[in-house]
């Protein structure tokens, strides 16, 4: 006969066991959100400040503060990825972007695509939320890099936006942008806004679109930080064929982007099919 008891108390075992792991990992996860912190904190006040001191010319300094937070990027997800939290090695994706300036638009499914992006694809600048410039702990680091303040409530705040991105594209800077402009829902995706397009309309650059793919989801909008699954969360970036300067403003264009970061077979057809289309 089965000892009932026995395979109670093993049952009992077991899920002790899976417990003790996942508080384990919630408290990597929370480790490696308090090193962000503190990364951000020391880059804000004592490292980006000194390279502002040595460093002489206004572009000069905001591309090298970029190269630094680039690479405190790289290391967060080195730690991430060796803590079993995030799998994502930022030097492994084969990224070949289009020479000179470009906008990079992405869904936004996971709380750190900012970051896997930036690592990979190298120095660029991208919107903030408007509160977060006046924030201790990442305000200083935001204006250092020369980074955009998201739009306001009026229209004059949304065309100091695009006025703001459009110049620095043209001082050779390029820019990332959610179209979305929140987070994606779990396992979808938001209406996309045309503000990224008539930006590469107005600057004369390509739009690169790229499709973020995170499973099993976590770090999703309306999880909490602690909320992490049971394994590794895989993060994956596809880079879509390039939409040329001119095109990116179309409705045909939008439709090949919202459909690339959907499915994204079907949208590297469409990109290619646009690239030798009128605009």
Request: with cysteine; net charge positive.
């Amino acid at each position: 006969m089965v000892d009932v008891k026995h395979v109670e108390s093993r049952s009992g075992l077991v899920r002790c066991g899976f417990w003790l792991l996942q508080s384990v990992r919630i408290g990597l996860a929370g480790c490696a959100f308090i090193g962000f912190g503190g990364g951000a904190f020391l880059l804000s006040w004592l490292v980006l400040p000194i390279v502002s001191v040595l460093t002489r010319g206004d572009e000069r300094r905001l591309r090298r503060c970029q190269r630094i937070v680039q690479a405190a990027f790289a290391l967060f997800h080195d730690g991430m990825r060796v803590a079993g939290l995030v799998d994502f090695d930022p030097r492994a994706p084969r990224i070949a972007p289009p020479a000179g300036p470009f906008v990079l638009v992405a869904n936004h499914p996971t709380l750190v695509d900012i970051s896997a992006l930036v690592s990979a694809f190298g120095p660029m600048c991208y919107l903030a939320k408007r509160p977060l410039f006046s924030n201790p702990l990442i305000g200083p680091l935001l204006r250092f890099c020369g980074q955009i303040p998201g739009g306001g409530s009026t229209f004059a705040d949304n065309v100091g936006v695009v006025q703001q991105a459009v110049d620095r594209l043209r001082r050779g800077h390029s820019v990332l942008l959610f179209p979305e402009g929140t987070r994606s829902p779990a396992g979808g995706m938001h209406p996309f806004r045309r503000g990224a397009f008539e930006i590469a309309r107005q600057a004369g650059v390509p739009v690169v679109p790229v499709v973020i793919r995170a499973e099993p989801p976590g770090l999703y909008r309306g999880l909490a930080w602690y909320e992490i699954p049971k394994r590794a969360i895989v993060i994956e970036i596809e880079v879509l064929s390039a939409i040329p300067a001119g095109t990116a403003a179309s409705a045909l264009a939008f439709e090949a982007i919202h459909g690339g970061l959907t499915h994204a077979p079907r949208g590297d057809a469409a990109c290619e099919a646009l690239s030798s289309s009128p605009a």
